[in-house]
Every structure is written in structure tokens, then in C-alpha cells.
């Protein structure tokens, strides 16, 4: 399969635990971006790297939260001390810079839930 | 903030029928994009209309977009059950090509069989 993974599909996790969600885009492709959904929303823009470089981080909800991606190729994003706001649909998609288009191809998602 | 708005927020249409999705956005465009959500899953990229272009097919959708009104239109033919999924409008977060996109709440559509 040649698009956009992201593991764990679900997670659920206690109030106060740290969970990391990992995403491998497309190979080729040296944009990544981090959205998360709640529930009737569309999808809200966290963080976004070309290639390792973080380009955006001021829209991370809080300081609980921060994305990695060491080596240009997959990315984690790291939620420390959840809480049930937290829970959520967390979408990764990528895309190749060319030209001004920016079509971008989404991952299946991570559901979080935080009980 | 959201910069896209749908309307309607959910349509309900008998399989045959056109669907006709709307899009008002706040700030100038390079481009406007439309995607589909089936239920909890990730999104698939429709189509992509340049700020220049007034419409554009693809298959069963036309998109329309009209700058002057900030709004854009997205219709699908001919209904297939299969079509039952939430769409969205996306345009970009910042005036410079493939940047992060904004999404609105979205048009929830049912098509029944």
C-alpha cells in the first residue's frame, strides 16, 4: 500500500497518560501535516514539516502537545497528561511541494479516546 | 477559525438524483478544494479549482467557484448510495502555495437507495 499509514488506528487511554501517534506518508512526498477532527467538525490544522524542518507549531492546542519527524520520513505526535478534550480523530496527511496546488492525501486517522 | 462555511450541513437525496453542495469562504484564494469523508475514515481529495477557473468537471462533479461572491458549488449527478459521505471545502491557510488547508463543518450527505 503506497498512501498515507497511521498507527494506532484507535487508542483509548486513561486521563493523565501520554500517548504517541505515528504517521508514514508517502514516500515521496516531503510535506506532512497533523490535523485533528472532534465530532460534526472538519478537520483543524495542528503542525505541518517539509521534510524534517517544523515549518508551523503555534497552532499545537497546548504545550501537551509536539510532533516530531527526525528524518524527513515518518512523523509521531505526542500528547502528554491526555485529557477528555482530547479526544479525537487525528488526522495526518502529506503532500509534494510543486507549483501552488496542495492537494494533500489523508491517512485512515487515529480515534483517541480518553476516558 | 474555520474560513470555509457548507451549506447545507446535511442533505438527504434519493439515489438518481443531483446533490448540490455550497461553500462560502472569507479570504482571497490561489485555490479551492473539495474533499469527502466517509464515516471515520480519512479524507479523499475531489477536486481542485484554481481562483482563475469558474468550473470544472471531474466524472459526476462539477465544481463552480465565483470570487467575486467568495463562493464555490459543488454538484454530483446522478447519486449512488456509494456517494453517502461528508464533504468539505478546504482553501489555504496562508497565501503561498501548498500550505496547511482549512476546512469548514461540512454537508453530510445521504443517498438512499
Known amino acids: 500500500d503506497t498512501g498515507v499509514s497511521q498507527d494506532p488506528r484507535h487508542k483509548i487511554t486513561k486521563r493523565g497518560q501520554n500517548v504517541t501517534f505515528r504517521c508514514d506518508p508517502i514516500?515521496?512526498?516531503?510535506?506532512l501535516y497533523w490535523y485533528r477532527q472532534t465530532l460534526g467538525q472538519g478537520p483543524e490544522f495542528l503542525t505541518y514539516?517539509?521534510?524534517?524542518?517544523?515549518?508551523?507549531k503555534s497552532r499545537l492546542l497546548s504545550d501537551r502537545f509536539s510532533a516530531e519527524r527526525p528524518k524527513g520520513s515518518f512523523s509521531t505526535l505526542e500528547i502528554q497528561r491526555t485529557e477528555q478534550g482530547d479526544s479525537a480523530m487525528y488526522l495526518c496527511?502529506?503532500?509534494?511541494?510543486?507549483?501552488?496546488?496542495?492537494?494533500?492525501?489523508f491517512g485512515p486517522g487515529t480515534r483517541l479516546t480518553v476516558l | 477559525s474555520q474560513q470555509g462555511e457548507e451549506d447545507p450541513q446535511a442533505l438527504s437525496i434519493q439515489e438518481g438524483e443531483n446533490a448540490t453542495m455550497n461553500c462560502s469562504y472569507k479570504t482571497s484564494i490561489n485555490n479551492l478544494q473539495w474533499y469527502r469523508q466517509n464515516s471515520g475514515r480519512g479524507l479523499v481529495h475531489l477536486i481542485l479549482?484554481?481562483?482563475?477557473?469558474r468550473e470544472k468537471h471531474s466524472g459526476r462533479l462539477r465544481v463552480t467557484l465565483d470570487t467575486s461572491k467568495k463562493s464555490s458549488s459543488l454538484l454530483i449527478t446522478a447519486s449512488r448510495a456509494a456517494d453517502t459521505a461528508s464533504y468539505f471545502c478546504?482553501?489555504?491557510?496562508?497565501?503561498?502555495?501548498?500550505?496547511?488547508?482549512?476546512f469548514g463543518k461540512g454537508t453530510r450527505l445521504s443517498v438512499i437507495a
Open positions: 496527511a502529506s503532500s509534494l511541494v510543486w507549483g501552488t496546488d496542495n492537494e494533500q492525501f
Open positions: 478546504a482553501t489555504a491557510l496562508f497565501n503561498s502555495g501548498n500550505t496547511p488547508l482549512v
Open positions: 514539516f517539509q521534510n524534517e524542518a517544523q515549518l508551523e
Open positions: 514516500s515521496e512526498h516531503n510535506r
Open positions: 479549482i484554481r481562483s482563475n477557473e
